[in-house]
């Protein structure tokens, strides 16, 4: 029972444009969630995050925006460059009690064409 | 100067050999994670410490036993390995136990034969 999906295992965006990964959760418990990419042979590194109690979180050219009624986040990137060419994670958790206790999407694949 | 470290980075073995990982974190964190990357790529939590107490164990098979000396370091040992558990061993910390944001390590890629 996989309660955080990302749908699509790969995005090709041009350099320059926006690129949108959708991440879907099934547990309303849920009340945290983040961004994490990996780079090949890397570790996860963390990105953005934002808490339930907010609909939108902006860091420079990252935005992740929830919508809770739909269980549903998305990260958004403006301008898309090369270097973003990464996998990204969704993850999310629940509660103080099970902070730390993330649960992971499968990833979805970015790749930002020159 | 790496702040969450793992060793070994690759690990081949035979089925029924026993094995371990160490990570060490010089973030000063005070809460340690071991996550486990199946072949599907879900990255799922296995155990986490906090200042050298167990907090989250998932459930994981006996063979799988964690240690942790201190809070800078938490071990992983699998006896009697399987093809199972082929896998990439993530070793993670946050600030503490409230904290979400973790810093992962490289990952070590276990391969069973």
């Known amino acids: 029972d996989q309660q955080v999906k990302q749908n699509s295992p790969s995005l090709s965006v041009q350099e320059g444009r926006i690129s949108i990964l959708n991440c879907d959760y099934t547990?309303?418990?849920?009340?945290?969630f983040l961004w994490y990419k990996k780079y090949p042979a890397e570790g996860p590194t963390f990105l953005i995050s934002?808490?339930?109690?907010?609909d939108k979180n902006e860091d420079g050219r990252f935005t992740v925006f929830l919508n809770k009624s739909a269980k549903h986040l998305s990260l958004h990137i403006v301008p898309s460059q090369p270097g973003d060419s990464a996998v990204y994670f969704c993850?999310?958790?629940?509660?103080?009690?099970?902070?730390?206790?993330?649960?992971f999407g499968q990833g979805t694949t970015l790749q930002v064409k020159p | 100067d790496t702040a969450v470290s793992q060793t070994p980075k690759y690990l081949v073995t035979q089925m029924g050999n026993d094995k371990s990982i160490k990570c060490e974190q010089n973030?000063?964190?005070?809460?340690m994670y071991w996550y486990k990357q199946d072949s599907k790529k879900f990255l799922k939590i296995m155990f986490s410490?906090?200042?050298?107490?167990?907090?989250i164990n998932e459930t994981v098979p006996n063979r799988f036993s964690p240690k942790s000396p201190d809070k800078a370091h938490l071990n992983l040992h699998i006896n009697s390995l399987e093809l199972g558990d082929s896998a990439v061993y993530f070793c993670?910390?946050?600030?503490?136990?409230?904290?979400?944001?973790?810093?992962f390590g490289e990952g070590s890629r276990l391969t069973v034969l």
């Open positions: 993670a910390s946050s600030q503490s136990r409230d904290w979400g944001e973790l810093f």
């Open positions: 547990n309303s418990m849920f009340d945290y």
């Open positions: 934002i808490s339930s109690i907010k």
């Open positions: 993850a999310a958790s629940k509660g103080s009690s099970n902070t730390g206790k993330l649960i």
């Open positions: 973030l000063g964190h005070d809460t």
């Open positions: 410490y906090n200042n050298k107490e167990l907090i």
